[in-house]
T-cell receptor, first 114, second 117 residues
Framework: QQQVKQSPQSLIVQKGGISIINCAYE??????FPWYQQFPGKGPALLIA?????SEKKEGRFTISFNKSAKQFSLHIMDSQPGDSATYFC?????????????FGKGTTLSVSS | GAVVSQHPSRVICKSGTSVKIECRSL??????MFWYRQFPKKSLMLMAT?????????EQGVEKDKFLINHASLTLSTLTVTSAHPEDSSFYIC?????????????FGPGTRLTVL
């Protein structure tokens, strides 16, 4: 059973547009939800993360929206730029427990056209 | 910021040989490190959790005798692929758990591309 479901699989957005990637989770024990950005041949880089005690977190052009009752969270990239073209992974973990690994979604390949 | 390095970045080896990959947390101590494997255009698959000073915990289906993990210090974990075969060719990525105050997250290394001929 896939614990973190991510959609869409791929996304094409015009420069300046808003990119939206959605994730849903099953395990209500998850309490830490990060988003990672990965360029080809590189390791994932932490973009932004949220915990369930807030419904939204914004850092620059990146915003996480979190809906605890629906067990969903999403990444919004405002004013998308060609340099944002990458694969994005959502993840979840029981962060309060020592040594708990992240469970990743399958990833979304974003292409921003100039 | 928290930086994690991996060495080597690329390795090509012959079938039957062993390859060691190092994962280091450069500016913080990591009691827990994780090893992932990633196939092209696929997500990260957790292989094992490595805790400093104790045996690694392997995920179901990962052979512990083939993928030897050692976490000898708070800044270094190693993954040794023993008797490598072409099907072991993959992108191996480590991450290190970073805890500071209320912040608790994972930072990833740049990955190691293993090609077994």
């Amino acid at each position: 059973q896939q614990q973190v479901k991510q959609s869409p699989q791929s996304l094409i957005v015009q420069k300046g547009g808003i990119s939206i990637i959605n994730c849903a989770y099953e395990n209500t024990a998850f309490d830490y939800f990060p988003w990672y950005q990965q360029f080809p041949g590189k390791g994932p880089a932490l973009l932004i993360a949220i915990r369930p005690d807030v419904s939204e977190k914004k850092e620059g052009r990146f915003t996480i929206s979190f809906n605890k009752s629906a067990k969903q969270f999403s990444l919004h990239i405002m004013d998308s730029q060609p340099g944002d073209s990458a694969t994005y992974f959502c993840a979840a973990s029981k962060g309060s427990q020592a040594g708990t690994a992240l469970i990743f979604g399958k990833g979304t390949t974003l292409s921003v056209s100039s | 910021g928290a930086v994690v390095s991996q060495h080597p970045s690329r390795v090509i080896c012959k079938s039957g040989t062993s390859v060691k990959i190092e994962c280091r947390s450069l500016d913080f101590q990591a009691t827990t490190m994780f090893w992932y494997r990633q196939f092209p255009k696929k997500s990260l698959m957790l292989m094992a959790t490595s805790n400093e000073g104790s045996k690694a915990t392997y995920e179901q289906g990962v052979e512990k005798d083939k993928f030897l993990i050692n976490h000898a210090s708070l800044t270094l974990s190693t993954l040794t692929v023993t008797s490598a075969h072409p099907e072991d060719s993959s992108f191996y990525i480590c991450s290190a758990r970073f805890r500071e105050g209320f912040s608790d997250t994972q930072y990833f290394g740049p990955g190691t591309r293993l090609t077994v001929l």
